[in-house]
């Protein structure tokens, strides 16, 4: 591995652990700004590895969280920006279109924009199901080790957290 894939490597492990850290966070603003962190720098790993429909879809979303935060935590509707967000998803899907794939990850993006502009922190740990699966796929094709191993952390993270905050604690208050 040369010195260049090395640290692209390197900066997705950093959006690693970002992610993890995001699906352990009860607070939907703590969410946003752990996966916000990890989109910035999946961003950067992607335009180092020449993976451009990545590295569009992961900047377009750090401005939606930044965005969506902001008006989650004012309780005001986020409705237009999930509309305008999955439309510059589309374009720049589109503008930087590789193959059938790019669709996957447009597709995340779209669904990630609808489940990160409500407040439930239980829909966005569902919803990050297939959206991990879809990205599992991307990393795998556009050989970002970080990223598949990212995807599969943040499902294991995910699936971890749906059980002790969506099962286990549920059924702890429900007493």
């Known amino acids: 591995m040369d010195k260049f894939n090395f640290i692209a490597q390197l900066i997705g492990y950093v959006g690693l652990l970002s992610s993890f850290i995001a699906f352990q966070c009860k607070k939907h603003r703590n969410l946003m700004i752990f996966k916000t962190g990890n989109e910035v720098l999946f961003a950067i790993q992607y335009l180092m590895l020449a993976s451009y ?14 965005i ?38 447009i597709t995340a993006k779209i669904i990630t924009t609808v489940i990160y502009g409500i407040k439930n922190t239980r829909v966005a740990r ?9 990205w599992l796929i991307y990393n795998i094709q556009c050989s970002s080790q970080a990223g ?23 059924r702890k208050n429900a007493r």
């Open 53 to 66: 429909t990545g590295m569009a879809m992961n900047t377009i979303s750090s401005v939606r969280n930044i």
């Open 68 to 105: 969506f935060a902001y008006l989650v935590s004012k309780n005001k509707s986020t409705l237009p920006f999930q509309i305008a967000f999955s439309v510059l998803f589309i374009v720049f899907g589109i503008i930087t279109w590789n193959d059938i794939i790019s669709l996957a990850v």
């Open 126 to 134: 569902f919803a990050t199901i297939p959206v991990s699966s879809f």
């Open 148 to 170: 598949v191993l990212c995807e599969v952390f943040s499902l294991v993270s995910v699936i971890s957290a749906i059980i002790r905050i969506d099962i286990i604690e549920k």
